[in-house]
């Protein structure tokens, strides 16, 4: 079975400070990973995935296969940063396969 | 509207009610799904449709039914639910092996 852990339930740094949300898995496959953002009164949408290798808004996520883990990262944080942020897992890659395991999320708050 | 649309956004029912939920997306996706997200627990994927046909139910009780008539909607249907049913009930779409877009959810409160 997939499992994704967010080891933070809550984490909050100060305006400019490096911010590192914590994401684990538990898939023993080749698992597509994505971390998914909820800014305040908005929808969930996606920030990133592995595949696209992208920076987004400043953060970036690396696979790591060997710890298994897929952290979030920015070097300098800004108070628009603050949000729900939740890392999310589907199993393998290709057309024929939906499910999407989330994480419990980690509230971000960024402090002036 | 563009994007998922979910309607009502907010619900209150009694547990011996019958209630439904609505999704709507005009993105062309092929996909939908039913999420709830409640308080303690991570997102709970419910249900994923795939051109109208059902490829997940995970293990929902049979008090939610779903129906997805075409690959534009979605619904939800309440019957007989408890008051552990409250929760907020997201729906989303995707393309095939693509990311999902949210609607903003539906605040059921079952009393």
């Known amino acids: 079975a997939q499992r994704v852990t967010q080891p933070e339930k809550l984490l909050s740094v100060f305006k400019g400070a490096p911010v590192e949300l914590k994401c684990n898995y538990s898939?023993?496959?080749?698992?597509?990973l994505f971390w998914y953002v909820q800014y305040s009164r908005q929808r969930l949408q996606l920030l990133l995935r592995?595949?696209s290798r992208e920076s987004i808004k400043g953060f970036t996520a690396d696979l790591n296969k060997g710890e298994t883990s897929f952290h979030l990262k920015k070097p300098f944080a800004q108070e628009e940063d603050s949000a729900m942020y939740y890392c999310a897992l589907r199993r393998g890659s290709g057309g024929s396969n939906y499910k999407l395991t989330f994480g419990k999320g980690t509230l971000l708050t960024v402090n002036p | 509207e563009t994007g998922v649309t979910q309607t009502p956004r907010h619900l209150v029912m009694g547990m011996t009610n019958k209630k439904s939920l609505k999704c709507e997306q005009h993105?062309?996706?092929?996909?939908m799904y039913w999420y709830k997200q409640s308080a303690k627990k991570p997102l709970e994927l419910m249900f994923v449709?795939?051109?109208?046909?059902?490829?997940e139910n995970n293990s929902v009780p049979s008090r939610f039914s779903p129906e997805c008539p075409n690959s534009s909607h979605l619904f939800l249907h309440l019957h007989t639910l408890q008051p552990e049913d409250s929760a907020l009930y997201l729906c989303a779409s995707s393309p095939p092996a693509g990311e999902l877009f949210f609607g903003e959810g539906s605040r059921l409160t079952v009393l």
């Open positions: 993105l062309g996706h092929n996909a």
């Open positions: 898939y023993s496959g080749s698992p597509e």
């Open positions: 449709y795939n051109f109208k046909e059902q490829t």
């Open positions: 592995h595949i």
